[in-house]
Nanobody, 116 residues
Framework: QVQLVESGGGLVQAGGSLRLSCAAS????????MGWYRRAPGNQHEMVAR???????VHSDSVKGRFTVSTDKARKTVYLQMNDLRPEDTAVYYC??????????WGQGTQVTVST
């Protein structure tokens, strides 16, 4: 059983920055990918960014150039550096870690609120 715990959310003004962290604990295995998703009120679950075990990253078009996903060397913590935040980035952000593409653990979510 893998547990994922997110931290780093909060309230920030538009144009500001936040860094989200997600630490894995429990029965640690090698993850083929780790990443971040978000859900805003009334919206669907949206992929924000993910990073594969080889280091390749994918960022959604809505955050490309502003957000950066990364992991620590042990690949047990995934980060999301968020710069130039906008009100439309307001959402609950969830981290995920997958041992195979269809077998993923999820964090409890952390709220990010961007004010105008």
């Amino acid at each position: 059983q893998v547990q994922l715990v997110e931290s780093g959310g909060g309230l920030v003004q538009a144009g500001g920055s936040l860094r989200l962290s997600c630490a894995a604990s429990g029965k640690i295995v090698t993850f083929v990918s780790m990443g971040w998703y978000r859900r805003a009120p009334g919206n669907q679950h949206e992929m924000v960014a993910r990073i594969a075990s080889g280091g390749n990253t994918v960022h959604s078009d809505s955050v490309k150039g502003r957000f950066t996903v990364s992991t620590d060397k042990a690949r047990k913590t995934v980060y999301l550096q968020m710069n130039d935040l906008r009100p439309e980035d307001t959402a609950v952000y969830y981290c995920s870690a997958c041992v195979v593409p269809d077998l993923c653990s999820w964090g409890q979510g952390t709220q990010v609120t961007v004010s105008t």
